[in-house]
T-cell receptor, first 112, second 112 residues
Framework: KQEVTQIPAALSVPEGENLVLNCSFT??????LQWFRQDPGKGLTSLLL?????REQTSGRLNASLDKSSGRSTLYIAASQPGDSATYLC???????????FGKGTTLSVSS | GAGVSQSPSNKVTEKGKDVELRCDPI?????LYWYRQSLGQGLEFLIY????????KSGLPSDRFSAERTGGSVSTLTIQRTQQEDSAVYLC??????????FGQGTRLTVV
């Protein structure tokens, strides 16, 4: 059974810092991995999707990497801003058309 | 539509009543997912649709929960004889053939 773990559970940093959020999964035979952001009381916003054949994806200040063999993904946020404060969720699915399995998230707080 | 739309955004119901939650996926998306997020908890998978059929219902917590999807588009999640433990945010997502998933803003259900 696929399990997804995110470390740390919470992170507080001052504005301007670069930071890394970690995601690990137990079954390396994934189809894709997706990073989401969730603001309090809101739904999930898709940030980046990495297909199993890819190693990384970039969008603006965000860069996500994928190492299937070790069952790990990292989300790198450059030059963090207070507006980045949110919960970041990692999710994988093992085959096309199956449920995304989520980690419990990392709650990020960026202070000005 | 432009995004996944869920209605109502908030629902307060009395214990024992039935409720229906609606999800309008992004036009053309073949896959539709329902998740539940309880306060302070991670996302719990409920059911997945491919077109109108539901190949994976493994997450439905009891036979009080059911869902249908008609015309390969709108989906309704029905909870019969609601209990207080059903209180949560119910999130719907859609994707095209298992690619990037997009979430709605959720329905916050409160059972009193």
């Amino acid at each position: 059974k696929q399990e997804v773990t995110q470390i740390p559970a919470a992170l507080s940093v001052p504005e301007g810092e670069n930071l890394v959020l970690n995601c690990s999964f137990t079954d390396s035979a994934i189809y894709n991995l997706q990073w989401f952001r969730q603001d309090p009381g809101k739904g999930l916003t898709s940030l980046l999707l990495i297909q199993s054949s890819q190693r990384e994806q970039t969008s603006g200040r965000l860069n996500a990497s994928l190492d299937k063999s070790s069952g790990r993904s990292t989300l790198y946020i450059a030059a963090s801003q207070p507006g980045d404060s949110a919960t970041y969720l990692c999710a994988v699915n093992n085959q096309a058309g199956t449920a995304l399995i989520f980690g419990k998230g990392t709650t990020l707080s960026v202070s000005s | 539509g432009a995004g996944v739309s869920q209605s109502p955004s908030n629902k307060v119901t009395e214990k024992g009543k039935d409720v229906e939650l609606r999800c309008d996926p992004i036009s053309g998306h073949t896959a539709l997912y329902w998740y539940r997020q309880s306060l302070g908890q991670g996302l719990e998978f409920l059911i997945y649709f491919q077109g109108n059929s539901a190949p994976d219902k493994s997450g439905l917590p009891s036979d009080r929960f059911s869902a249908e999807r008609t015309g390969g588009s709108v989906s309704t999640l029905t909870i019969q004889r609601t209990q207080q433990e059903d209180s949560a945010v119910y999130l719907c997502a859609s994707s095209f053939d298992g690619f990037e998933a997009f979430f709605g803003q959720g329905t916050r259900l409160t059972v009193v």
